[in-house]
């Protein structure tokens, strides 16, 4: 079992498979996108499904797939089925904008996945456009439709932005009244892949008044043990609604959370701006008892909360790398 210097047990790891996507959100990357990662700087399927292995090894029982997109991988999907087979694993989840998901949902089923977060930052397909830089808002919808039709649970990610996807708060919401999904508003974070600054309107407090505004008997939930999210149930909706404080990292006290870059990087915290990289170990021809000794290492000094990781280093240009090269 994984704990670090704060007694917090370790059991969650994010998967980054990939640094690109499909689309070129406001609030993670330029428009022209990035300079990606060269292939030999990636990690590869033996290697991902080796520092996966180690880890549940170790106590680590729940693993998110994410990205970039984590399906504009080539045959990502074989490496999913693989790390699904890991003895210790109970939970396998992924996250994903929709775009390319849909025709996988009968054999991420297979696989044993129960959970999918789909990014969707709106109902309206003009601004789903104007936010993306791309087409496909109905491919996004498909996806949804069909992850529901094989009753795989279905948590909605919406960053909240000022000026752009305001007027889709409620509308989503609506969504959970009769359908069995999960719609969570997220903070806008720094991570957008270039110098801008975000001045935080929409934190967590603000986005929770307006939804009161409209829903006055929304109650209180009481949140899971290290949930990322302040959780609220409209009476008589199916589904629930969330907030994550992603930018004022209220929720850090429990973090149960470690994760892995696409070049193999290992970040215990995501405002973190180091890390060592398990790519690089393995390479090295480091054994697997040596990279868990490393691992141990790492997680024990992981830091206490956001602030005090992001003030331990990270400087201007770390702070704003986008979010799609550190697995978000």
């Not at 990690?43 to 180690?54: A, G, H, K, N, P």
């Not at 993306?132 to 491919?139: L, S």
């Not at 996806?143 to 009753?151: A, M, Q, V």
């Not at 990292?249 to 429990?254: I, L, P």
Request: proline letters at 4%; hydrophobic letters at 35%.
């Amino acid at each position: 079992m994984l704990k670090d210097k704060f007694g917090r047990t370790i059991n969650y790891l994010r998967l980054a498979v990939v640094d690109r996507c499909n689309l070129r959100c406001t609030y993670c990357m330029p428009e022209n996108g990035l300079s990606w990662i060269k292939q030999e700087e990636l990690m590869t399927d033996e290697e991902m499904l080796r520092i996966c292995s180690v880890f549940t090894e170790l106590g680590i029982n729940k693993i998110r797939i994410t990205g970039g997109e984590p399906f504009v991988r080539k045959n990502s999907i074989d490496l999913i089925e693989k790390i699904s087979r890991l003895e210790g694993l109970s939970d396998l989840s992924l996250t994903t904008n929709g775009l390319l998901t849909e025709p996988y949902i009968p054999q991420l089923r297979e696989f044993g996945i129960k959970s999918v977060n789909l990014s969707l930052d709106t109902l309206d397909e003009e601004r789903f456009f104007k936010i993306t830089r791309r087409k496909g808002y109905h491919k996004v919808i498909k996806t949804l439709e069909s992850l529901i039709e094989h009753d795989i649970k279905v948590k909605i990610n919406t960053v909240v932005m000022e000026n752009q996807n305001i007027e889709d708060i409620i509308p989503l919401i609506m969504l959970t009244k009769s359908l069995p999904v999960d719609v969570r508003f997220i903070e806008e974070m720094p991570f957008n892949g270039n110098d801008k600054d975000i001045l935080l309107n929409w934190n967590h407090s603000k986005i929770y008044q307006h939804i009161r505004e409209h829903f006055p008997d929304i109650q209180k939930l009481t949140d899971p043990k290290s949930s990322t999210s302040y959780n609220y149930k409209i009476p008589g909706f199916m589904g629930e609604v969330g907030i994550i404080a992603a930018y004022t990292r209220s929720f850090c006290g429990d973090c149960n959370r470690i994760r892995i870059t696409p070049t193999g990087m290992l970040r215990s915290c995501l405002y973190e701006s180091g890390g060592v990289n398990l790519k690089d170990e393995i390479r090295a021809g480091k054994t697997n008892e040596e990279l868990k000794n490393t691992i141990i290492s790492t997680i024990h000094h992981k830091p206490k909360d956001g602030w005090e990781a992001q003030q331990s280093g990270l400087n201007a240009a770390q702070i704003h790398q986008s979010m799609a090269t550190i697995g978000g």
